[in-house]
């Protein structure tokens, strides 16, 4: 098609060949020399350069066309194609929850009835399993109550898991390419993608609604986009930066951990931009140059995970039995939320109000007392002041209802109008169903002893008298005179014979305070511990006692009104309350694992089990790979030492073309697989083997790159040069083994085959691995 062009260009080179090759040598003096004359021998410039200037206005004038080029990559072709063909086989078997398809499935079907959820990860992934299952005309009707459980016939399983199939088979492609931009040999990329499709936990990862695959899909092509954009200048390296700041934040808008792939990038650009202080003599071009970069890696990945949340948000309008983990603004601002508020609750607090106090910060709980006492003395001896218990109860009850009390004022049913309370006022605090005084006084708290106790004064008739005074601080005012509104108004109340804030200490009681958390007043008042809200709020229309008890008991369970919150209102107490959720997995789960077992794969995972036969999946890794990448760490560390002690003592061993690679491929490979592996040995949780895989991928690249550079420093030495025929035999058996290996255990990926007791014993090549055999035939 563009045979014309190729003939032309071939005839300028030549020229161009012919015409500056013969003074190559003497363009500098000739450059220096623009005074000879013309006639003295030698040819000017304008005749030099005469021949070629002829031939392009003759190709000038001849008509100008359109070419269309395109190039196909057969064998990025043919390795898609496979890994396509091993994870969407069978895709909808079995026909049961697997492992966390139970929480993610429950999502998607809490996303198709628009009802709100909480999760202490970002939502893009659970988002694209939801568009995968909506586009399938799934109606969120089925229950995900245990792993196991038969889907039903409304259940498009294939769809649902669709979407993390495709990015596992699409990891095999962008394995090829990454290696291909890091500018290694063609087979080493064949290499590395071949290691990621034969690797049989991305396999199992791959083929269920699981969201790792997505979210190192994301990496890899974020990683990918800034190496070419560091290659690149102008308008072109804006374009891929833009494009890999979309994908890294879309990468940890799938779970937070896609953030060690957001900082190895943004190592990547900084040692750019540290490459080019030698090559850029203008400071001010290269501070731009670093603003813009940086800038576009801030500000895009932000910009993507806030939308990410706007979505989030406005899909899930309406109430849902995870709304009660976050403040009782946001609840009351869903639709139908907060129902154990009363319809048309009063909005200021007054005297005579019955109120129940939400901690508003961190663990959700509300200020309860009940008729118990502390024990006479602790367990350690010291002793209490043996009054009535104050606790924070992470549960409704009848005993979280208080009742504001002006200490000046007997009566406790509200006037008319209501005596508003408001910043800076002085009140008393009594438990509604006891009808005793919130106190406190200079005795040591139960747990927490640098702290005062909390209690309900019971008179004793000892000198002990009742300090019960509190004062109002509203922390969110508006001025000093704001009142204080049930809901919206943050309050901290203050001890006023001590100076102490009321405060939720995490700590819990021991069995005599039933296991309920710790109420202590502390000195520190700038603790976020010391912050609450008034939730549930009604006025006292009685001053009989057992007439206030029927009411508070009797309260009408009704949903309220919607409030209205900013959209960054809600996005910023939902990152909150994300960074401080506990996990919700016990410690010493039967499948957890430390990340001190994950390089030697100590521990499988079980995933599923067939009810009817031994049939089984798990996730677990080909071994071979697993133990040869571990094995490619140890020597590129080795390696590293070696070269740099060698550099230091100015001996050459290899030619810098090659020690340039091997450290530029292990600013990228090494370090991505430490970055996304050392973590975890700070992370205070249970932990799994698939928190492993986004490190995993780094290690087996790295693999890969190890077998190229043993090839090349083989190639490059005389003496070791016949032996690179003995090393590529290695390589191909060592690959048969790993496809045999793949095989072998692939029966527990798809989990299709009825196994027998034997034949799981034949895969239990180690005697950590946990195989579950229930039936025997």
Same mark, same amino acid.
């Given at each position: 098609?563009?045979?014309?062009?190729?003939?032309?260009?071939?005839?300028?080179?030549?020229?161009?060949?012919?015409?500056?090759?013969?003074?190559?040598?003497?363009?500098?003096?000739?450059?220096?020399?623009?005074?000879?004359?013309?006639?003295?021998?030698?040819?000017?410039?304008?005749?030099?350069?005469?021949?070629?200037?002829?031939?392009?206005? @003759?190709?000038?004038?001849?008509?100008?066309?359109?070419?269309?080029? $395109? #190039?196909?990559?057969? !064998?990025?072709? %043919? &390795?898609?194609?496979?890994?396509?063909?091993?994870?969407?086989?069978?895709?909808?078997?079995?026909?049961?929850?697997?492992?966390?398809?139970?929480?993610?499935?429950?999502?998607?079907?809490?996303?198709?009835?628009?009802?709100?959820?909480?999760?202490?990860?970002?939502?893009?992934?659970?988002?694209?399993?939801?568009?995968?299952?909506?586009?399938?005309?799934?109606?969120?009707?089925?229950?995900?109550?245990?792993?196991?459980?038969?889907?039903?016939?409304?259940?498009?399983?294939?769809?649902?898991?669709?979407?993390?199939?495709?990015?596992?088979?699409?990891?095999?492609?962008?394995?090829?390419?990454?290696?291909?931009?890091?500018?290694?040999?063609?087979?080493?990329?064949?290499?590395?993608?071949?290691?990621?499709?034969? @690797?049989?936990?991305?396999?199992?990862?791959?083929?269920?609604?699981? $969201? #790792?695959?997505?979210? !190192?899909?994301? %990496? &890899?092509?974020?990683?990918?986009?800034?190496?070419?954009?560091?290659?690149?200048?102008?308008?072109?390296?804006?374009?891929?930066?833009?494009?890999?700041?979309?994908?890294?934040?879309?990468?940890?808008?799938?779970?937070?951990?896609?953030?060690?792939?957001?900082?190895?990038?943004?190592?990547?650009?900084?040692?750019?931009?540290?490459?080019?202080?030698?090559?850029?003599?203008?400071?001010?071009?290269?501070?731009?140059?670093?603003?813009?970069?940086?800038?576009?890696?801030?500000?895009?990945?932000?910009?993507?995970?806030?939308?990410?949340?706007?979505?989030?948000?406005?899909?899930?309008?309406?109430?849902?039995?995870?709304?009660?983990?976050?403040?009782?603004?946001?609840?009351?601002?869903?639709?139908?939320?907060?129902?154990?508020?009363?319809?048309?609750?009063?909005?200021?607090?007054?005297?005579?109000?019955?109120?129940?106090?939400?901690?508003?910060?961190?663990?959700?709980?509300?200020?309860?007392?009940?008729?118990?006492?502390?024990?006479?003395?602790?367990?350690?001896?010291?002793?209490?002041?043996?009054?009535?218990?104050?606790?924070?109860?992470?549960?409704?009850?009848?005993?979280?209802?208080?009742?504001?009390?002006?200490?000046?004022?007997?009566?406790?049913?509200?006037?008319?109008?209501?005596?508003?309370?408001?910043?800076?006022?002085?009140?008393?605090?009594?438990?509604?169903?006891?009808?005793?005084?919130?106190?406190?006084?200079?005795?040591?708290?139960?747990?927490?002893?640098?702290?005062?106790?909390?209690?309900?004064?019971?008179?004793?008739?000892?000198?002990?008298?009742?300090?019960?005074?509190?004062?109002?601080?509203?922390?969110?005012?508006?001025?000093?005179?704001?009142?204080?509104?049930?809901?919206?108004?943050?309050?901290?109340?203050?001890?006023?014979?001590?100076?102490?804030?009321?405060?939720?200490?995490?700590?819990?009681?021991?069995?005599?305070?039933?296991?309920?958390?710790?109420?202590?007043?502390?000195?520190?008042?700038?603790?976020?511990?010391?912050?609450?809200?008034?939730?549930?709020?009604?006025?006292?229309?009685?001053?009989?006692?057992?007439?206030?008890?029927?009411?508070?008991?009797?309260?009408?369970?009704?949903?309220?009104?919607?409030?209205?919150?900013?959209?960054?209102?809600?996005?910023?107490?939902?990152?909150?309350?994300?960074?401080?959720?506990?996990?919700?997995?016990?410690?010493?789960?039967?499948?957890?694992?430390?990340?001190?077992?994950?390089?030697?794969?100590?521990?499988?995972?079980?995933?599923?089990?067939?009810?009817?036969?031994?049939?089984?999946?798990?996730?677990?890794?080909?071994?071979?790979?697993?133990?040869?990448?571990?094995?490619?760490?140890?020597?590129?560390?080795?390696?590293?030492?070696?070269?740099?002690?060698?550099?230091?003592?100015?001996?050459?061993?290899?030619?810098?073309?090659?020690?340039?690679?091997?450290?530029?491929?292990?600013?990228?490979?090494?370090?991505?697989?430490?970055?996304?592996?050392?973590?975890?040995?700070?992370?205070?949780?249970?932990?799994?083997?698939?928190?492993?895989?986004?490190?995993?991928?780094?290690?087996?690249?790295?693999?890969?790159?190890?077998?190229?550079?043993?090839?090349?420093?083989?190639?490059?030495?005389?003496?070791?040069?016949?032996?690179?025929?003995?090393?590529?035999?290695?390589?191909?058996?060592?690959?048969?083994?790993?496809?045999?290996?793949?095989?072998?255990?692939?029966?527990?990926?798809?989990?299709?085959?009825?196994?027998?007791?034997?034949?799981?014993?034949?895969?239990?090549?180690?005697?950590?691995?946990?195989?579950?055999?229930?039936?025997?035939?």
């Amino acid at each position: 098609m563009d045979t014309g062009r190729c003939v032309k260009n071939r005839k300028i080179n030549k020229i161009r060949k012919e015409v500056t090759e013969p003074q190559e040598y003497s363009y500098s003096e000739k450059t220096c020399n623009s005074h000879r004359e013309v006639g003295d021998g030698a040819p000017a410039e304008n005749e030099t350069e005469k021949p070629e200037l002829m031939l392009m206005n @003759e190709m000038n004038h001849s008509p100008s066309r359109i070419y269309l080029q $395109l #190039e196909i990559d057969v !064998i990025a072709i %043919g &390795l898609l194609i496979l890994a396509l063909c091993t994870r969407l086989y069978k895709l909808d078997e079995p026909r049961h929850i697997v492992f966390d398809e139970l929480h993610y499935g429950r999502y998607v079907s809490l996303y198709t009835k628009g009802v709100f959820f909480f999760d202490a990860h970002p939502p893009l992934g659970k988002q694209l399993l939801y568009l995968a299952g909506s586009i399938a005309g799934y109606d969120g009707n089925f229950t995900f109550d245990r792993i196991g459980t038969p889907y039903t016939d409304n259940v498009p399983v294939k769809a649902l898991r669709l979407v993390p199939a495709v990015s596992g088979s699409f990891l095999v492609l962008i394995t090829y390419f990454l290696m291909l931009e890091l500018s290694l040999h063609q087979w080493t990329a064949i290499l590395a993608a071949l290691l990621v499709l034969l @690797e049989n936990c991305f396999l199992a990862q791959s083929r269920f609604m699981l $969201l #790792e695959s997505i979210q !190192i899909l994301f %990496g &890899l092509c974020g990683v990918y986009c800034i190496i070419k954009s560091t290659k690149r200048i102008g308008l072109t390296a804006l374009v891929w930066l833009c494009a890999a700041a979309v994908l890294l934040g879309c990468c940890f808008s799938v779970k937070y951990s896609g953030l060690y792939t957001y900082y190895l990038s943004l190592f990547l650009v900084g040692r750019h931009i540290w490459l080019q202080l030698n090559q850029i003599k203008s400071g001010t071009r290269l501070l731009f140059s670093a603003l813009w970069r940086f800038a576009v890696l801030l500000i895009i990945p932000l910009a993507v995970y806030v939308s990410v949340f706007y979505m989030h948000l406005s899909m899930l309008p309406k109430a849902g039995p995870h709304d009660s983990v976050m403040t009782s603004a946001f609840q009351a601002s869903l639709q139908g939320g907060l129902a154990s508020i009363t319809h048309g609750q009063p909005l200021h607090v007054a005297h005579g109000s019955q109120i129940t106090l939400r901690h508003t910060h961190g663990r959700t709980c509300w200020l309860h007392s009940h008729a118990h006492v502390y024990p006479v003395r602790y367990a350690d001896g010291r002793g209490s002041s043996h009054q009535q218990q104050v606790t924070c109860y992470s549960f409704k009850d009848v005993n979280n209802w208080w009742i504001v009390k002006r200490p000046d004022q007997a009566s406790l049913a509200v006037s008319r109008p209501p005596d508003a309370i408001r910043h800076g006022d002085i009140v008393q605090l009594l438990h509604g169903i006891t009808s005793r005084a919130l106190n406190s006084h200079d005795v040591a708290a139960a747990v927490s002893p640098q702290s005062q106790e909390v209690s309900c004064y019971i008179d004793y008739n000892v000198s002990m008298p009742a300090q019960n005074l509190w004062r109002v601080d509203i922390v969110n005012r508006d001025s000093e005179e704001s009142t204080w509104d049930s809901i919206r108004s943050l309050v901290r109340l203050v001890h006023v014979d001590t100076g102490s804030g009321l405060r939720y200490s995490g700590r819990q009681l021991p069995a005599w305070g039933f296991h309920q958390h710790e109420i202590v007043a502390d000195k520190v008042l700038s603790h976020q511990d010391t912050i609450w809200n008034v939730e549930e709020h009604r006025y006292t229309k009685a001053d009989d006692r057992k007439e206030r008890e029927r009411e508070l008991v009797t309260a009408e369970m009704i949903p309220t009104a919607v409030t209205q919150l900013t959209f960054w209102e809600k996005f910023t107490e939902l990152q909150y309350k994300m960074i401080a959720h506990a996990p919700d997995a016990p410690h010493g789960h039967m499948f957890a694992s430390e990340p001190a077992e994950w390089p030697l794969l100590v521990r499988s995972i079980a995933y599923w089990l067939s009810p009817d036969s031994n049939a089984q999946i798990h996730l677990i890794g080909n071994i071979v790979t697993w133990y040869t990448g571990t094995i490619s760490v140890i020597v590129y560390s080795a390696l590293l030492a070696i070269y740099s002690v060698r550099k230091r003592r100015a001996c050459e061993d290899l030619p810098p073309f090659v020690l340039n690679k091997f450290y530029e491929t292990g600013y990228t490979l090494f370090l991505g697989y430490w970055l996304h592996y050392l973590p975890y040995f700070f992370i205070d949780r249970t932990l799994f083997l698939h928190h492993y895989l986004p490190a995993y991928i780094f290690k087996i690249l790295l693999l890969a790159y190890i077998v190229d550079h043993i090839y090349l420093v083989l190639q490059l030495h005389e003496k070791t040069r016949h032996v690179t025929n003995l090393f590529i035999l290695c390589v191909t058996i060592w690959l048969s083994y790993i496809v045999l290996t793949f095989k072998k255990f692939s029966v527990l990926n798809y989990g299709n085959v009825d196994l027998k007791e034997n034949d799981l014993m034949s895969l239990r090549w180690k005697d950590t691995w946990d195989f579950i055999l229930h039936k025997k035939i």
